[in-house]
Structures are given as structure tokens and as C-alpha cells.
């Protein structure tokens, strides 16, 4: 019988883990969903957008049209060699074919990026920065600890909790509870005094 309680606490434990695992998973496709765009979030790794963006900021990304990004966003997008870049446009060049292409520079580089982004590869507008928080992804360590510092404490707290109302009834009973009860008090009867002299008793009580 322990052998299946034990298995059966193991599994509502793993189950927990698992909804709240699966919890971050829907947060992320809602974020997906209600931002328009394919990366909600992303980590700075880099300075080459220095002061805007430091490194280990997390920015929330808005996916927009692309009539809508004018010079001076700060726009996610896709390099010619595949890599995700987050730079601030400098130019924007209608073509004749209706596709819209992006100049772009990162606020510390000397001078600007040496190609044009076409519109189909602009993953979205920097719309807010987080920032510091990105360090958590950076340092591997760190999501690492944090994980096993989760799992720790779904595992602990169920028993934390069965000890908590094991010894519930063991605790001293509050003031409250005391003095609803009523009290009864008693005079106890004082001794009488008895002063003897030649011609007269006195009997007093105190």
C-alpha cells in the first residue's frame, strides 16, 4: 500500500511539472498569436546596438505592415546570411514591383549595414525592452538553476503542506478560543479573629 502512494505522489508531481511547462509553451504561442509575429521576444546578444539596446535586454517584437515602419525604428529582420539582426532603419526604398526594401545600421556601428532588407524578411518593430532579464538565457547556468530551484520546491511543498496540517491540531489553542470559555471564581472565607482580654470578646472578621 505505501509502495502505491508513493507512486501515485511521483505522478501528481511529474504531472505538476508538466502543466506548468506546458504553461510557458501556450503563454509563448499566445504571445505569437496576439503580437503578430513569429518571435514575441527576443534576447540582445550583442552591442551593436548600444545605448538603445544593451546586452542581455530582452525586447518584446510587434509584428507590423511594413507601410508602417518609417526611419528610426528599430526593426527585427533576417540577414542575407540567415542570421537574426536587430538594427535601426536609416532609409526606405519603394520598388516598382510594390516590394518595400529597409536601410538599416546598429546604433554603435561606424556605418550602415552593406545590403537592403526586403520586407517579406522583417520579423517585426521593437516595441519594448526588458532590461537585464535576458541574462537568464545567456548564462546557461542560470535557467538551468532556476529549473531545478522549481522542481524543488513542486516536490517539497506537498509534503511541507501534509506536516503543516499533521501538527495543526498539536499548536496551543488562541487567546480567543480561551477566553470563550467562562470563569468561575470563588471567595475563599477569611478566618475569624478572636481578641480575648479580661472583661470582654471580641470577635472580629477581617
Request: hydrophobic share 45%; proline share 8%; aromatic share 8%.
Amino acid at each position: 500500500m505505501k509502495l502505491k502512494l508513493k507512486q501515485r505522489k511521483l505522478l501528481i508531481d511529474i504531472l505538476i511539472i508538466i502543466t506548468i511547462l506546458a504553461a510557458f509553451f501556450l503563454a509563448y504561442v499566445g504571445l505569437r498569436l496576439f503580437l503578430a509575429t513569429d518571435t514575441p521576444f527576443i534576447v540582445i546578444a550583442s552591442g551593436s546596438m548600444n545605448p538603445a539596446l544593451e546586452v542581455g535586454d530582452v525586447i518584446i517584437v510587434q509584428g507590423v505592415p511594413p507601410t508602417s515602419i518609417q526611419v528610426g525604428d528599430i526593426i527585427v529582420f533576417d540577414s542575407p546570411e540567415k542570421i537574426q539582426t536587430i538594427h535601426r532603419v536609416t532609409q526606405i526604398q519603394d520598388q516598382s514591383n510594390g516590394t518595400i526594401l529597409f536601410k538599416t545600421k546598429g546604433d554603435a556601428n561606424p556605418i550602415e549595414d552593406p545590403y537592403w532588407t526586403p520586407e517579406q524578411n522583417v520579423h517585426g518593430r521593437v516595441s519594448y525592452r526588458i532590461p537585464w532579464l535576458g541574462w537568464l538565457a545567456l548564462i546557461p547556468m542560470i535557467p538551468l538553476t532556476v529549473a531545478i530551484i522549481i522542481i524543488i520546491i513542486v516536490l517539497i511543498w506537498p509534503e511541507k503542506r501534509r506536516k503543516t496540517k499533521k501538527w495543526k491540531f498539536l499548536r496551543p489553542r488562541k487567546t480567543a478560543e480561551i477566553l470563550a470559555k467562562p470563569i468561575i471564581l470563588t471567595r475563599t472565607p477569611q478566618p475569624t479573629l478572636t481578641i480575648i482580654d479580661q472583661n470582654t470578646i471580641y470577635q472580629h472578621k477581617p
